[in-house]
C-alpha cells in the first residue's frame, strides 16, 4: 500500500497568555496509506482534533511536517493549495453549527463545486441530487433549510458537502459524537459504504473507541499531545501494551451485564494533567500505576515492537 | 412493598402560542428504596421531562401536567405547595445534572455551596456545616478537602466539578437521587471514577437512584432495572438481565443492536435504526415507532398497544406481544433477533 500523507515530527503550540504555552500537539509522526481508515482516539483536550485541524491546513504547524503525496502541505504554492484542499476534506463534529444557517441545502453542498469551479447550472444541480442521494437524503431536500432536518440528517449534509469535490482524504472530526445512538450507527455504516464505494481514506478522529475499533484499519491513541501506542484495531484490542490503552479500554462500558459485573474495578486514577505544564518524563507519569523511576526522568519514545505496532512506554 | 417512588399516568405538555408538545404521554413507573432504576432513550424521549417534573422543576409558565400523579413516600407531588416542596427538594431528593459547569454557582466558593443544604434544610450552624462539608468532599474522593473547599468552580476539572455536585447533592442524605446523564460530559476514564464512587455511596447510604442515560453501557454496569422510553412513552421495562437478554420490544433490540460488540468484526455492519423519532406536536395515533420498526402491521398504525405482563418484572407495550397477536411470522422474527 502506498502512503498518502504522512506526518513528521509534527508539533502544535498555542500561546495562551501570561508567556504560557499549550502543547497541544508534541512531536508526532505517523503515516497514513492510501485507502485505509486511521482512528484517533484520546479524551478531551489530548490533541487528536488539533492534529486533523493541523493536517488540512485550519492552523499552521509550530514545527514539523505534513506531506500529502510527497508535498508538504503546509508550503505549498497557490495553485497546489487549490487542488490540495480539493483532495482533502473534513467532516466535523456538530451539524447544527458547522452548517450556514442562512443557505439551502443545494448551495452549501455546491459551494466546493463553485469554489472550484468544477461544474455550471444543470450539471451543478444534478450533481447535488446525486449527492443527497449518495448519502441517504432526498431530491427535495435541496432546497431547504440547515435547521429544518434533525442531527442525523445534518451530518448527511456535512457529508455530501465533503464528498462535492470528490476527494480522496477525509477527515472525520468526531462525526457521529452528537448524535444518538441509533443514528450513531446509521452515518458510520453511511462512511464505511461510501468508504468501500469511493476508495477514500479517512482519518476519524474521536473519544468512542468502541466505534474506532468498528471503523478503523489503525488506531493511533493519544494522550496529553503525544502518541502513546499505534497498532492494527484488533491488535489494539488484543494485545495492548501501553498502560493508558489498556485502562482507556476498560473504563468503556460495555452494553452486556454480565461483563460489566466481572470486570474488575477500573485502575486509572486522578485528571488529566495541564497541557500548559505537562509532568516531566512519560506525560502519563501521574496516573500510571505501574510508574517506575525511569519514567519520571525519561520521555519514552515510540518504538516498534511489531510489524504494525508502536509504543511509547518504557515498560513495554 | 417499601416503594419510595410511584408515578402513575404521568402527562407532560409543553405549551407555546401555535403548539402543544406532548414531551410525556403517559407513563407510569415505580422505584423501590435502595434501588437504582435507570431510564434509558434517545434526546427528546422525554427522560430528562419525567426527571423534572418529580423534582417539580419545569417552568410553571409554559408547562403543565393534565394528568398523572407523583407520590413520593405517599404524598403527591405534584399539586404540592412551594413550602412543602422546599423541604423535600434537596433534602429528601437530590438530583446531579449533565453539565457540572452550569449546576454551580460561579460566584460561590464549592464548600459553602456544599453546606448551604445543611444550613438551610437541617438548621446547622455555618461551622458544623462546613465540617461536615470537608468530610462528605473527602467521601467523593477528591484530595484534600480542607483546600478545596475555599476553592472556586472554575478552578476545578470537570471531573471534579461532578464530585462536587454529587457532594452538594448527598449532603442531606436523600432518600432518592435523580442523575440526569451524570458523566455525560466526562471523559470515559472520569466517567468510570464518577460511576464507581456513584455506585459505591449509594450502597454505603442505601438511597435509590433513578439514573437518566442514554448510553447502554453505563446502564449496564450501573442499574438494577431499567426503563425503556420512546418518544414520551416506556416501551419496555425490566430488569437488567432481562433487558439485556431477553429484549422483546423492537426498539429495545434496535437499541442493542445499533452499539459494537465486544468482538465485532470490521465487515460487519452494525444495524442502525432507519429514520428518526416522531415530532411529539402532533404524536401519530398508534405506536410512535411504527414507522421505524421493522416489524410494524397493521394495527400498530391505527391503536396504541396496551401493556403486556411477562414476568413480574418485565413488561411492554408492543402489539407483538399481545396475547391476541398472531402467534406465527412476527413473533418468530422478533425472538430470533434477539438470540442472535
Not at chain 1, 35 to 57: A, H, M, P
Not at chain 1, 154 to 180: H, K, N, T, Y
Not at chain 2, 9 to 32: M, T
Not at chain 2, 141 to 164: A, D, E, F
Given at each position: 500500500m502506498e502512503k498518502i500523507l504522512e506526518v513528521k515530527k509534527l508539533t502544535k503550540h498555542f500561546q495562551?497568555?501570561?508567556g504560557l504555552e499549550l502543547k497541544?500537539?508534541?512531536?508526532i509522526s505517523f503515516d497514513i496509506y492510501e485507502g485505509e481508515t486511521l482512528g484517533l482516539v484520546g479524551e478531551s483536550g489530548c490533541g487528536k482534533s488539533t492534529i486533523g485541524r493541523t493536517i488540512i491546513r485550519l492552523y499552521q504547524a509550530t514545527s514539523g511536517k505534513v506531506f500529502y503525496k510527497g508535498k508538504d502541505v503546509h508550503t505549498l504554492s497557490k495553485n497546489d493549495k487549490k487542488d490540495f484542499h480539493k483532495n482533502m476534506q473534513m467532516i466535523f463534529q456538530d451539524p447544527y453549527a458547522s452548517l450556514?444557517?442562512?443557505?439551502?441545502v443545494a448551495d452549501i453542498i455546491a459551494e466546493g463545486l463553485d469554489i472550484h469551479r468544477l461544474k455550471k447550472g444543470e450539471e451543478r444541480k444534478e450533481a447535488v441530487y446525486q449527492l443527497l442521494e449518495t448519502v441517504?437524503?432526498?431530491?427535495?431536500?435541496?432546497?431547504?433549510?440547515?435547521?429544518?432536518?434533525?442531527g442525523g440528517q445534518r451530518q448527511r449534509i456535512g457529508i455530501a458537502r465533503a464528498l462535492a469535490v470528490e476527494p480522496q482524504f477525509i477527515i472525520a472530526d468526531?462525526?457521529?459524537?452528537?448524535?444518538?445512538v441509533s443514528v450513531q450507527a446509521q452515518i458510520v455504516n453511511l462512511l464505511i459504504e461510501l468508504q468501500q464505494k469511493k476508495k477514500l481514506t479517512y482519518l476519524f478522529i474521536s473519544h468512542d473507541l468502541s466505534m474506532v475499533k468498528l471503523i478503523s484499519d489503525r488506531i493511533g491513541v493519544m494522550y496529553l499531545g503525544n502518541l502513546m501506542e499505534l497498532a492494527t484495531s484488533k491488535r489494539l484490542n488484543e494485545?495492548?501494551?501501553h498502560p493508558y490503552t489498556t485502562s482507556l479500554l476498560k473504563a468503556i462500558p460495555i452494553a452486556d451485564p454480565a461483563i460489566e459485573e466481572a470486570k474488575e474495578k477500573i485502575t486509572i486514577s486522578g485528571d488529566l494533567p495541564s497541557p500548559t505544564n505537562p509532568p516531566s518524563g512519560c506525560v502519563y507519569q501521574t496516573r500510571c500505576?505501574?510508574?517506575?523511576?525511569m519514567c519520571f526522568q525519561q520521555k519514552p519514545i515510540l518504538k516498534?515492537?511489531?510489524?504494525?505496532h508502536f509504543v511509547a512506554c518504557h515498560l513495554a | 412493598m417499601n416503594r419510595l417512588l410511584e408515578v402513575k399516568d404521568l402527562h407532560v405538555n409543553f405549551n407555546s402560542k401555535n403548539q402543544h408538545i406532548q414531551a410525556v404521554r403517559g407513563i407510569s413507573f415505580h422505584v423501590n428504596k435502595g434501588e437504582v432504576l435507570a431510564i434509558v432513550g434517545e434526546s427528546g424521549c422525554g427522560k430528562s421531562v419525567t426527571a423534572k417534573s418529580i423534582m417539580?422543576?419545569?417552568?410553571?409558565k409554559s408547562c403543565t401536567i393534565p394528568k398523572g400523579s407523583i407520590l413520593f413516600n405517599g404524598e403527591e407531588?405534584?399539586?404540592?405547595k412551594k413550602k412543602q416542596l422546599s423541604k423535600i427538594r434537596g433534602a429528601k431528593i437530590g438530583m446531579v445534572f449533565q453539565d457540572p459547569m452550569t449546576s454551580?454557582?460561579?460566584?460561590?466558593?464549592v464548600g459553602d455551596q456544599i453546606a448551604e443544604g445543611l444550613i438551610i434544610?437541617?438548621?446547622?450552624?455555618k461551622k458544623l456545616a462546613r465540617e461536615k462539608a470537608i468530610e462528605i468532599i473527602k467521601q467523593v474522593g477528591i484530595p484534600n478537602p480542607v483546600h478545596c473547599c475555599?476553592?472556586?468552580?472554575?478552578?476545578?476539572s470537570g471531573g471534579m466539578r461532578q464530585r462536587i455536585v454529587i457532594a452538594m447533592a448527598l449532603i442531606c442524605e436523600p432518600d432518592l437521587l435523580i442523575a440526569d446523564?451524570?458523566?455525560?460530559?466526562?471523559?470515559v476514564t472520569i466517567q468510570s471514577q464518577i460511576l464507581d464512587l456513584l455506585k459505591e455511596l449509594q450502597q454505603k447510604m442505601s438511597m435509590a437512584i433513578i439514573l437518566i442515560t442514554h448510553d447502554l453501557g453505563v446502564v449496564a454496569r450501573f442499574s438494577d432495572r431499567v426503563n425503556i422510553m420512546y418518544a414520551g412513552k416506556i416501551v419496555e421495562s425490566g430488569t437488567k438481565s432481562e433487558i439485556f437478554y431477553?429484549?422483546?420490544h423492537p426498539y429495545t433490540l434496535g437499541l442493542l443492536e445499533s452499539i459494537p460488540k465486544?468482538?465485532?468484526?470490521?465487515d460487519q455492519k452494525l444495524t442502525a435504526i432507519d429514520g428518526t423519532p416522531p415530532d411529539?406536536?402532533?404524536?401519530?395515533?398508534?405506536?410512535?415507532?411504527t414507522p421505524r420498526c421493522?416489524?410494524?402491521?397493521?394495527?400498530c398504525d391505527e391503536y396504541n398497544p396496551e401493556k403486556t405482563v411477562l414476568s413480574r418484572t418485565h413488561h411492554l407495550n408492543c402489539w407483538l406481544m399481545?396475547?391476541?397477536?398472531?402467534?406465527?411470522?412476527t413473533n418468530k422474527a422478533v425472538s430470533q433477533a434477539a438470540n442472535e
Amino acid at each position: 500500500m502506498e502512503k498518502i500523507l504522512e506526518v513528521k515530527k509534527l508539533t502544535k503550540h498555542f500561546q495562551v497568555g501570561k508567556g504560557l504555552e499549550l502543547k497541544a500537539v508534541d512531536d508526532i509522526s505517523f503515516d497514513i496509506y492510501e485507502g485505509e481508515t486511521l482512528g484517533l482516539v484520546g479524551e478531551s483536550g489530548c490533541g487528536k482534533s488539533t492534529i486533523g485541524r493541523t493536517i488540512i491546513r485550519l492552523y499552521q504547524a509550530t514545527s514539523g511536517k505534513v506531506f500529502y503525496k510527497g508535498k508538504d502541505v503546509h508550503t505549498l504554492s497557490k495553485n497546489d493549495k487549490k487542488d490540495f484542499h480539493k483532495n482533502m476534506q473534513m467532516i466535523f463534529q456538530d451539524p447544527y453549527a458547522s452548517l450556514n444557517p442562512r443557505m439551502t441545502v443545494a448551495d452549501i453542498i455546491a459551494e466546493g463545486l463553485d469554489i472550484h469551479r468544477l461544474k455550471k447550472g444543470e450539471e451543478r444541480k444534478e450533481a447535488v441530487y446525486q449527492l443527497l442521494e449518495t448519502v441517504g437524503l432526498k431530491r427535495k431536500h435541496a432546497n431547504r433549510y440547515a435547521h429544518e432536518f434533525s442531527g442525523g440528517q445534518r451530518q448527511r449534509i456535512g457529508i455530501a458537502r465533503a464528498l462535492a469535490v470528490e476527494p480522496q482524504f477525509i477527515i472525520a472530526d468526531e462525526p457521529i459524537s452528537a448524535l444518538d445512538v441509533s443514528v450513531q450507527a446509521q452515518i458510520v455504516n453511511l462512511l464505511i459504504e461510501l468508504q468501500q464505494k469511493k476508495k477514500l481514506t479517512y482519518l476519524f478522529i474521536s473519544h468512542d473507541l468502541s466505534m474506532v475499533k468498528l471503523i478503523s484499519d489503525r488506531i493511533g491513541v493519544m494522550y496529553l499531545g503525544n502518541l502513546m501506542e499505534l497498532a492494527t484495531s484488533k491488535r489494539l484490542n488484543e494485545n495492548p501494551l501501553h498502560p493508558y490503552t489498556t485502562s482507556l479500554l476498560k473504563a468503556i462500558p460495555i452494553a452486556d451485564p454480565a461483563i460489566e459485573e466481572a470486570k474488575e474495578k477500573i485502575t486509572i486514577s486522578g485528571d488529566l494533567p495541564s497541557p500548559t505544564n505537562p509532568p516531566s518524563g512519560c506525560v502519563y507519569q501521574t496516573r500510571c500505576s505501574l510508574a517506575t523511576e525511569m519514567c519520571f526522568q525519561q520521555k519514552p519514545i515510540l518504538k516498534q515492537v511489531d510489524k504494525q505496532h508502536f509504543v511509547a512506554c518504557h515498560l513495554a | 412493598m417499601n416503594r419510595l417512588l410511584e408515578v402513575k399516568d404521568l402527562h407532560v405538555n409543553f405549551n407555546s402560542k401555535n403548539q402543544h408538545i406532548q414531551a410525556v404521554r403517559g407513563i407510569s413507573f415505580h422505584v423501590n428504596k435502595g434501588e437504582v432504576l435507570a431510564i434509558v432513550g434517545e434526546s427528546g424521549c422525554g427522560k430528562s421531562v419525567t426527571a423534572k417534573s418529580i423534582m417539580k422543576l419545569l417552568p410553571e409558565k409554559s408547562c403543565t401536567i393534565p394528568k398523572g400523579s407523583i407520590l413520593f413516600n405517599g404524598e403527591e407531588i405534584t399539586t404540592m405547595k412551594k413550602k412543602q416542596l422546599s423541604k423535600i427538594r434537596g433534602a429528601k431528593i437530590g438530583m446531579v445534572f449533565q453539565d457540572p459547569m452550569t449546576s454551580l454557582n460561579p460566584t460561590m466558593k464549592v464548600g459553602d455551596q456544599i453546606a448551604e443544604g445543611l444550613i438551610i434544610h437541617k438548621g446547622y450552624s455555618k461551622k458544623l456545616a462546613r465540617e461536615k462539608a470537608i468530610e462528605i468532599i473527602k467521601q467523593v474522593g477528591i484530595p484534600n478537602p480542607v483546600h478545596c473547599c475555599t476553592k472556586y468552580p472554575h478552578q476545578l476539572s470537570g471531573g471534579m466539578r461532578q464530585r462536587i455536585v454529587i457532594a452538594m447533592a448527598l449532603i442531606c442524605e436523600p432518600d432518592l437521587l435523580i442523575a440526569d446523564e451524570p458523566t455525560t460530559a466526562l471523559d470515559v476514564t472520569i466517567q468510570s471514577q464518577i460511576l464507581d464512587l456513584l455506585k459505591e455511596l449509594q450502597q454505603k447510604m442505601s438511597m435509590a437512584i433513578i439514573l437518566i442515560t442514554h448510553d447502554l453501557g453505563v446502564v449496564a454496569r450501573f442499574s438494577d432495572r431499567v426503563n425503556i422510553m420512546y418518544a414520551g412513552k416506556i416501551v419496555e421495562s425490566g430488569t437488567k438481565s432481562e433487558i439485556f437478554y431477553s429484549p422483546k420490544h423492537p426498539y429495545t433490540l434496535g437499541l442493542l443492536e445499533s452499539i459494537p460488540k465486544l468482538d465485532h468484526s470490521r465487515d460487519q455492519k452494525l444495524t442502525a435504526i432507519d429514520g428518526t423519532p416522531p415530532d411529539l406536536a402532533e404524536p401519530p395515533k398508534g405506536c410512535a415507532y411504527t414507522p421505524r420498526c421493522p416489524f410494524a402491521m397493521d394495527v400498530c398504525d391505527e391503536y396504541n398497544p396496551e401493556k403486556t405482563v411477562l414476568s413480574r418484572t418485565h413488561h411492554l407495550n408492543c402489539w407483538l406481544m399481545d396475547p391476541r397477536a398472531p402467534k406465527v411470522a412476527t413473533n418468530k422474527a422478533v425472538s430470533q433477533a434477539a438470540n442472535e
